[in-house]
């Protein structure tokens, strides 16, 4: 991860912050705040993760897990309105910024204060994770799990993680808990990791 942040510390100072950043043909614009992750731009690897992702055919409903301040979640929604879209992260922050900025760009989705799964009760179609480095691998890992079990027959895990931060042994921690586990891309070190659940 490119930056900064501290889960679950709502004692820390604001610091509003407000960008903007066009893609798929769009114009969006973020507020961000201390205390979440990547709070001066858009970061690297959630940007190439959203710049090759495409939902599969008849795919409705998507999350996007461990939101932060909700660039992921915001964008998809615009670009692919047809999709059902749902925000969560651990941060009160993040999912408070996130709804904001759903608003903000003028798109309409659920955002969820959760650790993991613990408040989220429906499976989905889709999945897409920066995963929280800093938590560590039992949480990286348990967060991998976690989503297996939340897709649907046929959905997809989509995940980001660079090389020098494990993403070979992610892969092959994935290969034993999903059937399909294709590296998509390989950006500047950052891995695109498409893993499908074939039931
Ligand atoms: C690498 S950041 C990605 C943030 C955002 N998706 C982005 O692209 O800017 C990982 C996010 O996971 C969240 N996170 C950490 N532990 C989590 C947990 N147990 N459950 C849900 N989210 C978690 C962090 O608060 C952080 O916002």
Redesign the pocket.
Known sequence: ?S?Q?F??NPGLKHDIHEYSLSMNGNTFRFLTDSG???RNF??F???S??EIFKPYEGAKSFL??????????TIVKKTFPFLDVTL????PR?VELAEQNLLKNGVLANVIL?????EINQSFDLI????????GKQ?VY??YIESEKHLNPMGELWIVIQKKQGAESSVKFLKEHFKIVEIIDKNKGYFIIKNKKVV
């Open positions: 991860m930056g942040y889960e679950n979440v992750f990547s858009f970061d690897g959630s940007k993760l959203v996007d897990l461990g939101c932060g301040y909700g660039p992921i979640g969560s992260d651990v941060n993040a959760s650790d993991g799964f613990n897409l994770l920066n995963p929280p480095i800093r938590a949480i348990s967060l």
